[in-house]
């Protein structure tokens, strides 16, 4: 029995969530949040704390880090050097923390993110300002707990005299909590506590005139006061950071951007490469070099530009796509009554005065008693005087230390620390003139206990102190602000100019997906058959565009994708192009109907979505326009199986015609459609009966006569003239179109609206092409049914039509 009890028999879930509950607890409260009072993580405090206790300080010289560390591993942090170490290089890196706390000789890393040099070859000390985070730490000011051996004691938080926890921020991940308070300028921080002392009632609007906001150690410029003013209010926030660029005039008529000061925390190697790889990808017109010219006198990135380049576009490019401008968010949680807590400003700046109540009041009371345990014993000291001669007899006559103590306690009535005294008083002392020194010190004891007194029993004069001390703080060791506040984040706007460099390029998108840009040069070198493509798939447009132009290509799910021209892949003519879902993904089912161009999104255009199950849908062409296009965007709502057939770019004023498979055409006006929300399912656009399909809507001006054009699957191609035909209204059945016959009826496949050099393509079952003229057709009325040109019984019946593109310059003949 004895031998079971060893082992409990309990269920994993109840041992992973005690032992994780352990852990987190441990990670919250002893690792990864800073306390509210004194700003300092533990292994952060232990660090400082080791560095005091053996007198590491930035009076004396310094000594290697490798000492520290295995000081602050042996006594108080048994964890690994590589951690401490990296804490210890953190509080000495001015570009990490506002006002360092650790001084440090040697390579302590860089702000390019360069590692610090090992800790055998670099010595560190205490500055002179962390010295006031430990000042007073032996007049029992706080808190001792013992060590993790029990060898030692170790501090539960410093005696801060000083607001760590604002003036040099925090970062850190727990379990369940992280923190990210940023820095503040020393100055204005004690300004503000002190103004919330002598006003505990202050509000942040009235704080926020001392303290306008952080103050990070590289400078840069915040934007967004409004985030600052939610940040103190609620602890959470978020601002804006850009580094401080000029553009300057050079040589040559020529500009350069110089870069002197980074928003925090960002790495500037990392950075300087991110800008030169914009460069050399060409993702921003231009640049003509990038050199970072940062040297002992300070930072200096210089960009410089191209003649005639948009410098101003450049540099907002740059804002937006480096880290030249970063978001910062404030998650100010600090461990406040041994919980993690989420503080405001009011919240930590109680906090720290609370602490310092403590402090303050532990160290006066520390400072009365030792004044008044000198001064029993100063009065001892000037009685034995004036009683030496006896005094001296007495100790004579003793036999012994001891005996000497007892005879001078019930003799002369002294106490057992004044007798001890006494006894160990060293001959030069009795001399004439040491009774007026001790009747001086007498004095100033008493005096000095009044005042302690005083401060015990007035809290006005408690606070006093407290002011008195961060005033003093402040005259030695405030600094300027380094740091601009702008209260609006400003908007960035880039011209595409800036981004893109224009030229004319030839695009082409096929039936199967494939899509790709290709040079004028490599598309005039070669054939139009020289396009590389599957066995099956065929070409669907074909057009010369700008590659500041967007194309969006509409699907058959009635989705679109958003694609800058500048981005498709840009592929020689005689090379196959990359497949649309290896740049947007999309379904493997879903088929590219159309592909439009388009110069200026602002224009009044609207696009029209037609479907094969009735229905139409208008909306503004602006609403197309993203900011993110990384996935497919819903261009409209389809119900049940229903697909999309066709889509235009229509001025708002166009005639449209619908064809069903069963023969029936309509025609009517754009304007009995109203534009429409881009998510929405849109109208009914043709009365069709079960089992009847659009197989296509076209669109023309109304000053057009254009010939209609049906291909039906017996392989019978017609046309005929629009005037065959009446405008109606939207949502009627249309008119007839071919001839009704009870055996093999003729259902439509294809319908276009044909002009002078148009092609048409058929294509059957068995996979064969044939191509018709429509022109060579002549117009028939609309009862009949055509001429056959495909042996169906031979081919396969026809399954579907395309008109074969042709090579056209879209936006000359709008601007035409």
């Not at 599957?534 to 070409?539: A, N, Q, S």
């Not at 388009?598 to 609403?623: A, H, P, Q, W």
């Not at 002078?756 to 057709?777: H, M, N, W, Y």
Request: glycine residues 6%; proline residues 4%.
């Amino acid at each position: 029995m004895a031998e079971q009890a060893k082992y409990l028999d309990l269920p994993l879930e109840e041992v992973i969530g005690d032992r994780f509950g352990r852990y987190s607890k441990y990670i919250i409260q002893d690792r990864a949040l800073p306390d509210a009072r004194d700003g300092l993580k533990p292994v952060q405090r232990r660090i400082l704390y080791a560095m005091h206790q053996e007198r590491n300080t930035h009076d004396k010289p310094f000594r290697k880090s490798a000492k520290t560390v295995g000081t602050v591993i042996g006594n108080y942090h048994p964890h690994g050097d590589s951690s401490v170490y990296e804490a210890l290089v953190r509080m000495s890196q001015t570009w990490k923390v506002r006002q360092e706390l650790v001084e440090m000789h040697g390579n302590n890393g860089s702000i390019d993110g360069d590692p610090p040099a090992a800790m055998r070859y670099t010595e560190a000390r205490l500055s002179g300002i962390a010295s006031e985070l430990l000042r007073d730490i032996e007049k029992d000011t706080l808190e001792f707990i013992p060590n993790f051996d029990d060898t030692d004691f170790e501090a539960v938080v410093l005696p801060a005299k000083f607001p760590n926890l604002l003036v040099n921020g925090s970062t850190g991940i727990s379990s369940g909590y992280a923190t990210d308070i940023p820095p503040h300028n020393l100055s204005e921080v004690i300004d503000t506590i002190i103004k919330r002392i002598e006003k505990p009632t202050s509000d942040i609007d009235e704080l926020m005139k001392t303290l306008p906001g952080p103050d990070f150690p590289t400078g840069g410029i915040i934007q967004g006061a409004d985030g600052i003013k939610k940040a103190y209010e609620s602890g959470r926030g978020k601002i804006v950071i850009r580094g401080l660029a000029e553009i300057e005039p050079i040589r040559g008529g020529k500009e350069q951007i110089v870069i002197t000061e980074l928003p925090f925390e960002v790495n500037k190697a990392n950075l300087v490469k991110k800008m030169d790889e914009l460069r050399i990808e060409r993702k921003v017109e231009g640049i003509s070099e990038v050199r970072d010219e940062t040297d002992r006198t300070g930072l200096r990135i210089v960009i410089e530009l191209k003649k005639d380049a948009d410098s101003t576009g450049v540099l907002n490019y740059l804002y937006k796509n480096t880290d030249l401008q970063i978001s910062y968010n404030f998650n100010m949680v600090a461990i406040a009554n041994k919980t993690p807590q989420l503080m405001n400003l009011t919240q930590m700046l109680d906090a720290y005065i609370e602490h310092q109540r403590d402090v303050v009041e532990r160290q006066t009371k520390f400072d009365l008693k030792k004044a008044k345990d000198r001064a029993h014993i100063v009065k001892g000291l000037i009685y034995a005087i004036s009683i030496l001669d006896d005094l001296i007899a007495t100790i004579r006559s003793s036999n012994d230390k001891k005996h000497a103590k007892e005879q001078l306690m019930e003799k002369y009535d002294f106490s057992e620390k004044q007798a001890e005294a006494i006894v160990t008083l060293q001959l030069y002392r009795l001399t004439n003139t040491d009774i007026t020194e001790l009747e001086k010190e007498a004095e100033e004891l008493k005096k000095s206990i009044d005042e302690l007194s005083a401060i015990l029993d007035d809290e006005k004069k408690l606070l006093q102190v407290i002011k008195k001390d961060l005033k003093k703080v402040k005259k030695t060791y405030q600094t300027e602000r380094r740091t601009q506040i702008q209260s609006e984040i400003e908007d960035i706007k880039i011209n595409l100019e800036v981004m893109v460099p224009s030229e004319d390029v030839v695009v082409s998108v096929t039936k199967e997906g494939y899509v790709k840009r290709t040079s004028i040069r490599s598309y005039s070198a070669s054939n139009i058959d020289d396009l590389q493509k599957k066995d099956d798939d065929r070409l669907l447009h074909l057009m010369e565009i700008n590659t500041t132009d967007t194309l969006l290509l509409f699907t058959n799910k009635g989705q679109y994708l958003f694609l800058p021209v500048h981005e498709l892949p840009d592929i020689k003519w005689k090379d196959m192009g990359q497949h649309i879902a290896n740049i947007i993904p999309v379904d493997r089912d879903e088929k590219i109907i159309k592909a439009m161009p388009v110069r200026d999104f602002n224009e009044e255009n609207y696009v029209l979505s037609i479907t094969k199950n009735g229905m139409i849908k208008k909306s503004e062409l602006k609403s197309y326009q993203v900011q993110r296009y990384s996935k497919p965007m819903t261009a409209i709502k389809l119900k049940n199986d229903d697909e999309v057939v066709n889509v235009h770019l229509t001025n708002g004023h166009q005639d449209i015609f619908l064809a069903s498979d069963t023969g029936y055409g309509l025609w009517f006006h754009e304007d009995e459609l109203k534009s429409v929300g881009i998510k929405t399912a849109g109208v009914i656009s043709m009365k069709l009966k079960d089992g009847e399909h659009v197989v296509n809507g076209e669109v023309f001006d109304d000053m057009q006569s254009p010939s209609l054009f049906v291909v039906t699957q017996r392989g019978a191609c017609k046309r005929m003239s629009i005037s065959e035909f009446e405008q109606n209204s939207r949502a009627k059945r249309g008119l007839i179109m071919l001839r009704e016959l009870k055996r093999s009826p003729h259902r439509i496949v294809g319908f276009h609206l044909v002009n002078d050099d148009a092609s048409i393509l058929l294509e059957t079952e068995q996979g064969t092409i044939k191509q018709v003229l429509p022109l060579e057709f002549r117009e028939s009325d609309r009862y009949s049914n055509g001429s056959f040109v495909i042996d169906t019984d031979e081919k396969g019946e026809v399954i579907q039509t395309q008109v074969e593109p042709i090579y056209q310059k879209h936006f000359e003949e709008i601007d035409s």
